[in-house]
Nanobody, 115 residues
């Protein structure tokens, strides 16, 4: 099977920036797949953050619109999510996958935003 691999998280202060990366491990790649970023916090459902189709324009949740930029380079087998002006509400574990869940879930990357 193909596993999602997330990285780039960290602990930052309010107003800082992070650039998260999503790639895959296994025989499959992100080529021709829509890639979605989700955020998970304890006790709450996983929520959509942003997505980028194989061919098309990105989509952003209201929580990050205007602050986030998602991009991809299929040759590098990588999707990035840049989030600027980070807020405490951005805190969570970030996961990537296709909308249909084509990849096995990775361990995610932790984002912690503090005042």
């Amino acid at each position: 099977q193909v596993y999602a691999v997330e990285s780039g998280g960290g602990s930052v202060q309010v107003g800082g920036s992070l650039r998260l990366s999503c790639t895959t491990k296994g025989e499959g790649t992100i080529r021709l797949y829509d890639i979605h970023w989700y955020r998970q916090t304890p006790g709450k459902q996983r929520e959509f953050v942003a997505s980028i189709p194989a061919f098309g324009i990105p989509d952003y949740s209201a929580s990050v619109v205007g602050r986030a930029a998602i991009s991809r380079d299929d040759a590098q087998n990588t999707v990035w999510l840049q989030i600027d002006n980070l807020k405490p509400e951005d805190t969570g574990v970030y996961y990537c996958n296709t909308r249909a869940g084509s990849f096995a879930w990775g361990q995610g990357t932790q984002v912690t935003v503090s005042s």
